[in-house]
């Protein structure tokens, strides 16, 4: 008897992501179908086989495959047992419609590092509170696939300690109630990727593990004063209790409450 698959699939609240799609298949294949979105891959066992554009072509573990929107593909497991994947179903604010050609020709990229990338994505994706960190990580991913697709790019990092230090003090302004990527760029008029770029350049450190700082070091000041971890997390801009326990752990060693009872 077959297994039966394992899906999960969620939207975040990302702008430009549609879905994010987990799954294992043993034996499901799919027919010939197309997607409105871009389809972002990438498989952590076995492999798939698809047809795209009447070629064949495979995503072995180093891969990841970037299959466009409006053009038929199908999909079958490679391997006897199956394969495990993680999708990312992109619109079309991240990667224009005018790359559908080049991603037609070469739909599977081997990039170590982009791999990385996006499995760091999927990480931030799957963690409630952790959008910003989503949104430039993503950034940084649509920023590479468009080198690989040779689209038009900004070019190389360019120094750029003013928008850094504009960028850090809105960042410290808006601690508590957090600020998106996107806005970050409209409002300092800067493109998401150089802003993320010139910020870690400058100061060493990505925005969102910037803020995530800044949020931490108001918690312990709360917990000292003897707020409970739960009432802490919620007046430091976290998403709950254990999205404080999580980072609190990491960056001071011990969780919010032992944190707390060290100061009786």
Excluded: C
């Amino acid at each position: 008897m077959a297994a039966q698959p394992e899906v999960t699939a969620w939207r975040p609240r990302v702008p430009g992501v549609v879905e994010v799609f987990h799954a294992h298949f043993t034996e499901y294949t799919y027919p010939m179908h197309v997607h409105e979105a871009w389809t972002l891959l990438i498989v952590d066992d076995g492999a798939v086989r698809y047809d795209l554009d009447r070629h064949e072509h495979g995503t072995p573990l180093d891969t990841v495959s970037l299959l466009p929107p409006h053009v038929p593909h199908n999909g079958s497991p490679a391997t006897p047992h199956g394969f495990r994947k993680r999708v990312i179903y992109l619109d079309t604010t991240r990667l224009d419609d005018r790359l559908i050609g080049a991603a037609v020709d070469t739909p599977d990229l081997r990039d170590p590092l982009l791999r990385h990338r996006v499995g760091q994505l999927h990480t931030a994706l799957a963690r409630p509170g952790e959008e910003l960190e989503a949104e430039s990580r993503l950034t940084l991913v649509g920023e590479r696939l468009q080198e690989h697709l040779h689209a038009r790019t900004e070019g190389g990092v360019r120094p750029d300690p003013a928008l850094a230090r504009r960028l850090r003090e809105l960042l410290d302004e808006r601690v508590v109630e957090g600020l998106a990527l996107e806005e970050a760029a409209r409002l300092l008029n800067a493109h998401p990727a150089h802003l993320v770029r010139a910020f870690s350049g400058a100061y060493g450190i990505a925005p969102h593990q910037y803020l995530t700082s800044r949020r931490v070091e108001r918690a312990r000041r709360l917990l000292l004063a003897g707020a409970r971890p739960a009432d802490a997390a919620l007046g430091t801009g976290f998403y709950d209790q254990a999205h404080l326990t999580r980072h609190f752990r990491r960056l001071v060693g011990v969780t919010p409450g032992r944190y707390r009872d060290s100061s009786a």
